[in-house]
């Protein structure tokens, strides 16, 4: 086995002086936090703070004071404005030394820095700031660079950090975030003003400067540094070399969604989870490894990868050119059951008298040789970052192993700071889920008008939505539209023919690898025609049967074996029209496909109750507005049938309806979702008409 991807290379100073020209110490701040943010070998996704201490004039007194610009409570340093900040009088936090009664009190320090708070500041402190306030220097970074931490968890820590740095560098053992490790990162300081940061044991370094430009070029010196030393050390294979090869790229993809909704809904039975997968080059090198398994189990050791994966992933150990996925998937209950006993065994090991109840039990991260890593949140967003924490973890495993012996987080403090009392406040903080967070819904004819209201609806209610749609240009420009609207976590996109059954299957086994699976389908690709039945030809018949029958059947049946595989129910929705149940002149073979997707809908009812798979149908009349099916003929083929101009067929139709009312694209999504969400947990094989009207629709 080769070394593979070597994660130490060298860092690029990003810093301009022309960009930086003219601000002020808190913009330079904030022009700093952004350039180490962005830079991920620097630091985590929202990981890292960084602080200025700032005379300002007292907006009561009028006189200069100095005052604690800090990265406040949550945010990301990459994208942070100046509202990402938290303002301290400096004096007052000084004054909290005199209130500290020990480690044991330690957590009641929090409460006291509202109190601290400059010019009615509304940006929450985090627990990170007395330890920005304690070192005296005027321009403080935290961060946790891979190389640093793999310095920081390495057996012999303190002696390899002199080794590298000498003197400039100082060292402090393992101490949570908080009140104590301040006041030891001040009393190290005051040992040598002279060093230029301080090593944080298992976790991290400060670094430091007079000025904002001194303060970044100091970091990342000292971190090129560490990488340097680190990639000088690199010898033979990491990891003790590999013991099981990768599938080839083609393998791995199959491989991946295959088990993806196996593994999605056996993890979901709590609460849903969304999927992340990646085979990064790092993450196969790790797992088909000889110390794999040795390391894995250890956890991780900065703490900001630690609550983002767990105590340690879940590795499955197979060969997958030896076992097949369905064996796998066999094995998941087993599996997890195990994992879950584990983990209970370690809360009850560690817990206290004050603990939180113990929180789902199953992994985060799944680790598969030769396949690659599985990671699973309330969230999309988290299950990525969440993989991109655990490539983290692997590098600093691959530079510990390298320069020494691995020491990952002790039990009793991982468990400290996952059930950590502050951050379970955090957590019963936070807003309650959307009606359809965790929820997956792939929506066809997604890149239309009316799938567009769809997505909006289901998108708004928190739902990952996966377009599907044929017409290639519309739809990478809705997916970039949606995408930058509701991040490109949310949104996902495939490109099929709803005809063509294998191009069905291989959109939803990319749905699969994107989120995990599916929950809900939209069935809503459609087009439109009308001919006299004299003049309706085959082609013509062939066509609408096709699309709207053939379709239908090829999409939902592929939904519903991937929520059978999932196992936790689903929804299926058919936008279907009036025309199911009215018929209409000069539309034959429109008008029987639709009927036609009504009852496969009841007979997709009658088979999915028992698993919880519930089927509805939205009857739409009349949709003009943004609807891709008046694109082409069937707006005169129409107006034509009913001896009208196509200026006249709006209000033709608004006039026909009982009501006297349009129906929009907003109110077919509007009874999607009613279908899709569990306000309507009770229905099945039911339709809702919506078409302001029609008494020919009438269901009885």
Request: charged share 25%.
């Amino acid at each position: 086995m080769s070394s593979g991807p070597c994660p130490w290379g060298k860092i690029e100073n990003r810093w301009s002086d022309s960009d930086a020209k003219g601000m002020n110490e808190q913009e330079l701040l904030r022009y700093r936090s952004n350039l180490l943010g962005s830079d991920l070998t620097l630091t985590n996704f929202a990981g890292g703070n960084t602080s200025a201490k700032v005379m300002m004039p007292d907006p009561l007194t009028g006189e200069e004071v100095e005052v604690l610009w800090v990265k406040g409570s949550g945010g990301d340093l990459g994208s942070m404005d100046m509202g990402g900040f938290s303002t301290l009088y400096m004096d007052k936090m000084n004054s909290l030394k005199k209130l500290y009664r020990g480690l044991e009190h330690e957590d009641e320090m929090v409460g006291y820095l509202p109190h601290c708070t400059f010019n009615n500041n509304p940006r929450a402190a985090s627990i990170d700031t007395p330890l920005h306030a304690f070192i005296p220097r005027k321009h403080v970074d935290h961060l946790h660079p891979d190389a640093l931490i793999a310095i920081a968890a390495a057996a012999n820590s303190e002696e390899v950090t002199k080794e590298i740095f000498g003197d400039d560098i100082g060292w402090v053992p393992w101490q949570r975030p908080g009140f104590e490790l301040g006041l030891m990162l001040e009393a190290k300081y005051n040992e040598n003003p002279k060093q230029r940061g301080i090593v944080l044991g298992s976790h991290g370094v400060f670094t430091w400067g007079d000025n904002a430009k001194e303060c970044y070029e100091c970091t990342l010196e000292i971190i090129q540094k560490a990488t340097d030393y680190l990639a000088s050390k690199e010898t033979g294979a990491p990891f003790g070399g590999e013991v099981i090869a990768s599938l080839d790229e083609a393998g791995r993809k199959a491989y991946a969604q295959a088990l993806m909704p196996a593994l999605r809904g056996k993890l979901s039975k709590q609460q849903s989870k969304l999927g992340h997968f990646t085979d990064d080059p790092r993450v196969l090198q790790f797992v088909g490894s000889k110390r794999c398994k040795e390391l894995a189990a250890m956890g991780t050791s900065c703490p900001d990868h630690f609550l983002r994966t767990k105590i340690c992933p879940l590795l499955i150990e197979i060969d997958p050119a030896k076992t097949p996925v369905e064996d796998v998937i066999a094995q998941l209950d087993q599996l997890f059951e195990d994992y879950a006993k584990g983990y209970a065994a370690y809360y009850e090991r560690c817990k206290h008298p004050d603990s939180p109840a113990m929180r789902d039990p199953y992994p985060v991260v799944i680790l598969v040789p030769g396949v690659g890593m599985f990671t699973f949140a309330k969230d999309k967003a988290t299950a990525r970052v969440s993989s991109e924490f655990y490539i983290n973890a692997i590098n600093v495993m691959r530079g510990s192993t390298t320069i020494s012996e691995y020491t990952g987080l002790p039990e009793q403090e991982a468990f400290n700071i996952e059930y950590w009392l502050l951050e379970e406040a955090k957590l019963q903080r936070m807003p309650a889920p959307k009606s359809l967070s965790g929820k997956v819904a792939l929506i066809t004819g997604g890149a239309g008008g009316i799938g567009q209201s769809i997505a909006h609806r289901l998108l708004g209610e928190g739902a990952c939505v996966v377009l599907a749609d044929f017409a290639e240009d519309v739809l990478k420009e809705a997916t970039a539209e949606f995408q930058k609207k509701y991040g490109k976590d949310n949104v996902s996109s495939v490109r099929f023919d709803v005809t063509q059954e294998a191009q069905v299957q291989a959109g939803y086994a990319d749905a699969a690898l994107a989120f995990g699976g599916v929950d809900i389908l939209v069935s809503n690709a459609g087009i439109a025609s009308s001919a006299p039945i004299e003049d309706t030809t085959l082609d013509l018949w062939n066509k609408n049967i096709s699309v709207m029958s053939t379709g239908y059947f090829l999409v939902s049946r592929e939904a519903y074996r991937m929520m059978l595989a999932q196992g936790n129910g689903g929804s299926i929705v058919f936008v279907v029209s009036k025309n199911g149940l009215a018929a209409s002149k000069n539309a034959a073979a429109y008008c029987t496909a639709k009927a036609s997707e009504l009852h496969l809908a009841r007979c997709l009812a009658l088979e999915g109750a028992a698993h919880g798979i519930r089927v509805n149908c939205v009857n739409p009349d009349a949709v003009l507005k943004g609807s891709r099916i008046w694109q082409g003929d069937w707006k005169k083929e129409r107006a034509d049938a009913y001896g009208l101009t196509e200026e006249q067929l709006d209000e033709h139709y608004r006039n026909r309806s009982m009501l006297k009312r349009s129906v929009f694209p907003e109110d077919i999504a509007e009874g999607v979702y009613f279908f899709a969400s569990d306000k309507s947990a009770k229905s099945t094989a039911n339709i809702l008409n919506v078409d302001a009207g029609f008494e020919g629709s009438f269901t009885r």
